[in-house]
């Protein structure tokens, strides 16, 4: 039996005696439903700290790898039993078990501070193999760990919990499942990530239980517990993490169970989720077409997007009046709609200087493509900024980028009467520099691209992919590794379920093609002044990225081959640069040949 295939028979072990506990011994179904969750997230919690204790004691007593190991994966499945709340109600204690190893770099104040890793991520690679020298470090991290675990015990017995956001966290943990479970995400060196995604659905199980759903509707009820059953089944069946059919498994386990929660919550009568997100709670699957809110990172106060406001953005996104007098330049000079709102250029033309010479040097970064900007928490790839209005602001008013001035161009505008007309039918307050950007903004909004060919079929709908986009899809969610930061299904940097924040990283980009030196771009170390983001830029997205060549933040890269070769070579470490803060894994991914042109044809169906 495979290594793969033992941890699964011992994980079905584990899960029929928790079943067996939680029956025996689980919460009173005469109380409220949000009390008997939180009894059996209190006894899930307990579970947890054994297993972290019994882990510390095998480590203290200098046992055996395989012992040490077995019992790391015993303490990473309970801990998969807790997550749906944890990361729902108590975001920054689910980071402190479980999240990323690696450091971030924050600025509060001014003041620049690097906040080191902590949890079961830190600890795995200090375990396979077990490495004996850090038995002291081992120690450490998990007497950390149980004192996260105990506050976790004090928060949830402070904080009510909510059947209706209950029961929303079941459904976000289906699409962490299937956005960073089956991905390797948080397992990304003993590569844990199927049986550790059958828990993580026994745990939703668990929880749903307390809903006494049967008695609302019975037919309902089974459903959802066969669709468990059935994508706990397809897990267990994986027979290597890179083997594992993750187009499959989305598109017949993981959307059809979220339509279906989403069915329970309307079943058993509970109140919509209040709040504003990206991933709208009505979204039956993460494949719909209108499951993200592009308005979600505009400033909520601003007003509405309608079909009119866009109109008229876009009008002005064509319009030379906003840049400097005489260039003819508009906001569609460099990002050109054929272009899917790129420039195709390695980097963009600059405007000459206020003395009339041309430009001598070009700029350092590539122009990117505004589909889907409005999905992203920052702009521009340094993360200066976090809306599209300051963005917006930032390049008309750059005097080699557009030259313009808002202030300026609103009494230009302001002599057209057909303007004059339409800002006074949108805006109460007619045509202004701040009615000016946010139609702009609106137009930029609304180029959403979600429903390519990709798409339509893991919805099920009745289109086909080829031979080779199915093995490029599961290459990139599997052993490419592409999706742990290019996440599913927005394929761009914004961290699921909650995305909340966009990420950046560290990959080692060359500054041309020839691959001999790295690019001098400092990146976001211009921005924050920390060191450790050296080199570091905002995750972009990969939508419409057959149309958008040249590739990487300096259009250094003409072709997707090469693209996928340096990700496969380990970035810039694999380059052999000497990048000490690389946060891109810099092991050789080992593609073939075939698995290299099938990811290729793969982001053409994007």
């Not at 077990?130 to 149980?146: E, I, K, N, V």
């Not at 808002?406 to 307050?429: C, I």
């Not at 914004?494 to 790295?518: D, F, Q």
């Amino acid at each position: 039996m495979m290594p793969y295939q033992r941890t699964c028979g011992w994980l079905v072990c584990l899960l029929g005696l928790s079943l067996l506990l939680v029956s025996a011994s689980g919460p009173d179904p005469a109380e409220p439903v949000n009390q008997r969750v939180g009894q059996l997230y209190q006894a899930n919690l307990v579970r947890l700290d054994s297993c972290l204790v019994d882990l510390a004691r095998r480590v203290n007593q200098r046992r055996s790898a395989v012992d040490v190991q077995a019992s790391f994966r015993r303490a990473r499945l309970a801990y998969k039993y807790i997550e749906p709340l944890t990361e729902y109600y108590f975001l920054q204690s689910a980071k402190n078990l479980n999240g990323p190893n690696v450091p971030e770099g924050e600025v509060d104040d001014g003041v620049a501070m690097i906040l080191k890793p902590e949890g079961f991520q830190v600890i795995e690679p200090l375990l396979f193999p077990l490495d004996t020298s850090r038995r002291t470090d081992l120690q450490r991290h998990l007497a950390a760990m149980r004192q996260t675990v105990n506050q976790l015990r004090q928060l949830a017995s402070r904080n009510p919990l909510t059947d209706a956001f209950i029961f929303d966290a079941l459904r976000q943990e289906v699409f962490r499942v299937e956005t960073l479970g089956i991905t390797g995400f948080d397992s990304p060196v003993a590569l844990l990530s199927m049986p550790e995604s059958v828990a993580a659905l026994e745990g939703v199980r668990q929880t749903l239980a307390c809903f006494s759903l049967a008695e609302k509707d019975a037919a309902l009820a089974t459903r959802i517990d066969q669709a468990i059953t059935r994508a706990q089944r397809n897990l267990q069946a994986a027979r290597s993490f890179n083997g594992f059919d993750r187009l499959a498994f989305i598109r017949t386990c993981a959307h059809p169970l979220t339509g279906l929660l989403l069915d329970a919550h309307h079943a058993l009568g509970l109140p919509p989720v209040d709040g504003k997100r990206l991933l709208r709670s009505s979204a039956r699957t993460l494949s719909d077409p209108t499951a993200f809110d592009p308005a979600f990172f505009a400033t909520h106060t601003d007003p509405a997007s309608t079909s009119a406001r866009i109109a008229l953005g876009k009008r002005l996104f064509n319009e030379p009046v906003l840049s400097v007098s005489g260039s003819g330049r508009s906001c569609a000079s460099c990002h050109r709609p054929d272009r899917a709102f790129q420039d195709g250029l390695v980097t963009p033309d600059l405007l000459p200087t206020r003395s009339g010479q041309p430009a001598t040097t070009r700029p350092l970064r590539n122009t990117p493509t505004l589909w889907n900007a409005g999905l992203q928490s920052t702009q521009f790839m340094d993360m200066r900024v976090f809306t599209i209005e300051q963005q917006l602001t930032d390049v008309i008013h750059n005097a080699r980028e557009m030259g313009g001035s808002l202030a300026e161009a609103v009494p230009r505008l302001n002599q057209q009467a057909d303007y004059r007309a339409q800002f006074a039918a949108q805006y109460p307050a007619g045509l202004t520099a701040y009615t000016v950007r946010h139609a702009l903004a609106t137009y930029v909004r609304s180029l959403i691209s979600l429903d390519s060919r990709s798409d339509r079929y893991l919805r099920g709908l009745p289109v086909a992919l080829s031979t080779s986009e199915r093995l490029g899809f599961n290459v990139f969610m599997g052993k490419g590794k592409c999706a742990t930061c290019h996440y599913f299904p927005l394929y761009n940097g914004t961290l699921p379920p909650a995305y909340r924040r966009t990420e950046s990283e560290v990959i080692g980009t060359a500054a041309t093609s020839k691959n001999s030196r790295i690019s001098p771009d400092s990146g976001r170390a211009a921005i924050t002044g920390i060191d450790f983001h050296r080199g570091a830029f905002k995750i972009p997205t990969l939508r419409r990225i057959g149309q958008t060549a040249p590739y990487m933040h300096n259009g250094s890269y003409t072709t997707l081959e090469q693209v996928v070769d340096f990700y496969d070579r380990g970035g810039g470490i694999g380059l052999g640069f000497e990048l000490a803060n690389q946060t891109l894994p810099s092991e050789k991914l080992q593609l073939t040949p075939a698995e290299k042109k099938a990811l290729v044809v793969f982001l053409k169906t994007l």
